[in-house]
């Protein structure tokens, strides 16, 4: 699961609770490999090393910006 948010015109968008959310606690355990942190994450930080994945964006709310990220995760599925 990649889970992604912008820091600019997305005032409605909680980062911090999808952060939470994401966090892994219950992934863990189901046997899966969480986000590896509890701290919230400074902008531009990329979490993508366990089944869940985070990336919050220094920009508005666009999948765009994200591709760099999800195109490195998805190399993990599709080699």
């Known amino acids: 699961m990649f ?5 600019k015109g997305d005032a409605w968008v909680d980062a911090i609770g999808m952060f939470m ?3 892994g606690e219950v992934y ?4 899966k490999k969480g ?3 509890q701290e919230f994450t ?3 930080t990329t979490l993508i ?13 666009t999948s765009g910006l994200n591709w760099p990220t999800i195109i490195r995760l998805a190399e993990r599925y599709f080699r």
């Open 35 to 37: 986000l590896g942190r």
């Open 42 to 44: 400074a902008l531009e």
């Open 21 to 23: 959310a994401a966090a």
């Open 28 to 31: 863990e355990l189901l046997g």
């Open 3 to 7: 889970i992604s948010s912008g820091d």
């Open 49 to 61: 090393s366990g089944d869940l994945a985070y990336h919050q964006l220094a920009g508005g709310h």
